[in-house]
């Protein structure tokens, strides 16, 4: 996903993090790192704009940059953008950071991020609901399906990937949506194959029957299909 983002907008690092809220008292009840350095609650909590509605987003936050604190000897970083979704109790959280010696995020950077966005917080809330428990527990008791987070009128995304797939007028097996929707939420090709119990060779060839539909080369080329 960072070199996604690299590829449209040059930046030094990447944090994403998933935080769950108390609905009733607008407490923070965990907070996990799904990917890049750790965020903590004291670092994140300042950040983040009081919810003003149960569903919300993905938002872009353009941030000042943080002043180094006293007796701080690494340069503290430069630029920074958050982009937040809100989804029931939980924020799904992108901070993007500049160093200190780079320009910051042009209005038209900010408007490429807030256009890709749109696809990848999505993926990182269908990705959070894949992972093992210390990223589960930042997320609500109830979110066993992606709808549960999602919300009445959100889109899902299998939701996104069938809309794609309707827009080009393209026919993917059963079998081929499953390993690109697993290969979409961060499935590495061996857990493809415990949770479709087939062989490697099996779910490759699924995937590359499905690019070949989709018109897809490279690494990366089904996450780029998805925000194109």
Same mark, same amino acid.
């Given at each position: ?11 030094? $690092? ?43 987003? +993905?938002?872009?936050?353009? %941030? ?8 701080? &000897? ?37 408007? &490429? ?8 917080? +999505? ?8 992972? +093992? ?5 930042? $997320? +609500? ?15 899902? %995304? ?13 026919? /993917? ?14 499935? &590495? /090709? ?5 949770? /479709? ?16 539909? %989709? ?14």
């Amino acid at each position: 996903m960072q070199q996604l983002i690299e590829g449209a907008v040059a930046i030094d $690092l990447m944090q994403v993090a998933v935080r769950r809220r108390d609905p009733h008292h607008g407490r923070r009840l965990g907070i996990a790192t799904l990917h890049g350095p750790e965020l903590q609650e004291c670092e994140l909590g300042g950040l983040l704009p009081e919810p003003d509605s149960e569903q919300d987003g +993905p938002r872009l936050f353009p %941030l000042a940059p943080r002043q180094a604190e006293p007796g701080e &000897t690494a340069p503290a970083p430069g630029h920074r953008c958050l982009i937040l979704m809100r989804r029931a109790q939980v924020d799904f959280v992108m901070l993007l950071r500049r160093n200190g010696g780079r320009a910051g995020f042009r209005p038209e950077e900010f408007a &490429t991020l807030d256009e890709l966005s749109k696809a990848l917080l +999505p993926l990182v809330e269908q990705h959070a609901l894949m992972q +093992p428990p210390a990223a589960a527990d930042a $997320l +609500p008791a109830n979110a066993t399906e992606p709808s549960t987070l999602s919300g009445q009128g959100a889109d899902t %995304l299998p939701q996104r990937f069938r809309a794609r797939l309707d827009q080009q007028n393209i026919t /993917l097996s059963l079998r081929e949506q499953q390993v690109c929707l697993l290969n979409l939420s961060g499935y &590495t /090709l061996s857990a493809i194959c415990d949770e /479709l119990d087939l062989r490697s060779g099996t779910v490759e060839t699924y995937l590359k029957r499905a690019r070949l539909k %989709l018109g897809l080369s490279g690494r990366h080329g089904l996450s780029r299909w998805m925000i194109e």
